[in-house]
């Protein structure tokens, strides 16, 4: 059999209930591969092996008196961890952040009470910077999630602890959370599927509200397969959900057999945010390597335009910057926030209530103009980054919060915009190209990134499914197979 860390979790899920190997077997090798390959890349803040042993022996439990594959849970014996913006009871629930050391959280997320039902082991907690808002992680409280495809460089964020675990082949898949680019980012820094699902998809129910409902949780993987199948996990609702969705005709994972029919593909290049971005070659090679993938699966291209100027994107910033100011920080404890938190609430006691009202509306009629700027496309396609995951400390500047936050904007011109509209977008790892910098040449990923109307999953998982099989990615990273 392949090596347990080779498996998708679909495969791996499989061979579980077939009896190729048992959830204790999973366990052990997984905690094994964290404790040794979780520190290398920044992976865990926490690792809960008293908890995954638990969990296996109860799948071993359910195995034995399941009565047939049918009756268990989908993902029984798989080990997923959980962004450390998630909470898992008992657990520690830090944020990133210095000002939360020592919190334990009281009961577990919505999302985490899917995984659970769904069989998944709950093996740790990954790394993310303070309050998930930039988009590498590099949090005081814990060494820096790095790209297994090279060290030096970002996992990205905000779930970049998750993409590493990914990457390094420790778990098949991870959780993660996006509200502006947050699981597409470290997706493309660590060659990883990334999916934010459109608004209303997955539930942040029973305890979390949407509030400016600009952020989604969903998972890091290796495969549109299992992205799908996961969807299909966490998008189960809650009493009281404020968003609701039309359900798939029958399953996501389904939706990955459907190719679709030709679709009208927009291609965008021109960052939206920032408008003089630099945008690296290898980020344009592989739109253009997805172009012609998607010509010769039978779908139209065309230029598509930027849907809206970066003076209107600035109407993110109020809900961004007064989100970071929402965050429950302990006034004692405020000092303790790393500088770029520090100056994002600082921005949002700037804006007044009727900014903030104002912003609301802004981001609403930015959707309308969007849809109607893309009307002609189904799909739309960009980078998902404009550069290479860049050096560990390259932006991070605690000198100038501003200056970092202008950096991150030109980093990723595209991902928020999906946050704004609501709409689904993947990123897919469909590229590599070798770069020279100081410390010699280095092949890295380049992700592109495919955004769809509202609710249209289906067809956007099923597209990129035709993808993977058209042009397959490495399964992990070099160093890491």
């Known amino acids: 059999m392949t090596q347990i860390h080779e498996l998708s979790a679909r495969d791996l899920a499989a061979a579980v209930r077939a009896g190729d190997v048992s959830p204790r077997e999973v366990a052990d090798h997984t905690l094994d591969r964290a404790r040794r390959l979780g520190p290398d890349v920044g992976a865990f803040v926490h690792v809960a092996e008293e908890r995954a042993r638990a969990q296996a022996a109860e799948a071993e439990e359910q195995l034995a008196d399941g009565g047939g594959a049918g009756t268990l849970p989908p993902f029984l014996g798989v080990p997923v961890p959980v962004k450390d913006l998630t909470m898992v009871a008992g657990l520690p629930f830090e944020c990133g952040s210095a000002a939360f050391a020592g919190a334990v959280a009281p009961v577990d997320d919505g999302v985490v009470t899917l995984l659970r039902a769904a069989g998944t082991l709950m093996v740790g907690k990954t790394t993310t910077p303070e309050l998930g808002l930039p988009p590498y992680t590099e949090p005081d409280v814990a060494a820096p999630a790095r790209s297994p495809w090279d060290r030096s460089r970002t996992a990205g964020g905000s779930s970049g602890g998750a993409a590493a675990a990914v990457a390094a082949g420790i778990v098949p898949v991870a959780h993660g959370s996006d509200g502006g680019g947050s699981l597409r980012i470290p997706a493309a820094a660590c060659g990883l599927v990334g999916l934010k699902p459109s608004r209303g998809r997955v539930s942040p129910g029973p305890y979390g509200v949407d509030g400016a409902a600009l952020a989604t949780n ?13 969807l299909d996990v966490l998008s189960a609702h809650w009493p009281g959900d404020a968003h609701l969705l039309p359900e798939p005709r029958t399953s996501f994972l389904d939706a990955c057999d459907r190719a679709p029919a030709a679709l009208r593909v927009g291609v965008l290049t021109a960052p939206v945010n920032v408008a003089d971005a630099p945008v690296h070659p290898g980020a344009r090679a592989a739109v253009d390597r997805a172009a012609r993938l998607l010509e010769g699966l039978g779908h139209h291209l065309d230029e598509a335009p930027v849907p809206f100027s970066p003076e209107q994107w600035d109407a993110f910033m109020p809900l961004w910057s007064v989100g970071a100011l929402a965050a429950p920080v302990p006034p004692e404890r405020a000092e303790l926030l790393v500088p770029l938190t ?41 980078p998902t980054l404009a550069q290479p995951p860049v050096k560990i400390g390259a932006m991070r500047d605690d000198a100038d919060p501003a200056g970092d936050f202008q950096a ?20 897919l790892p469909l590229h590599r190209e070798v770069v020279e910098d100081g410390d010699g040449p280095r092949e890295l990923p380049f992700g592109v990134m495919l955004g769809a109307r509202l609710g249209q999953e289906e067809a956007l998982l099923g597209l990129a499914a035709q993808l993977e099989a058209a042009d397959p990615w490495p399964v992990l990273a070099p160093d890491y197979r």
């Open 342 to 382: 520090r100056w994002m609430r600082e921005v949002g006691r700037g804006f007044s209530a009727a900014d903030y009202a104002r912003a609301v509306g802004d981001v609403q009629r930015l959707t309308r103009q969007t849809a109607l700027a893309w009307s002609a496309f189904d799909v739309i396609l960009s």
């Open 218 to 230: 969903g998972v890091l993987s290796r495969t549109v397969r299992d992205t799908a199948a996961f």
């Open 408 to 427: 991150q904007k030109a980093f990723t011109p595209w991902t928020s915009a999906w946050n704004l509209i609501g709409a689904p977008a993947i990123s």
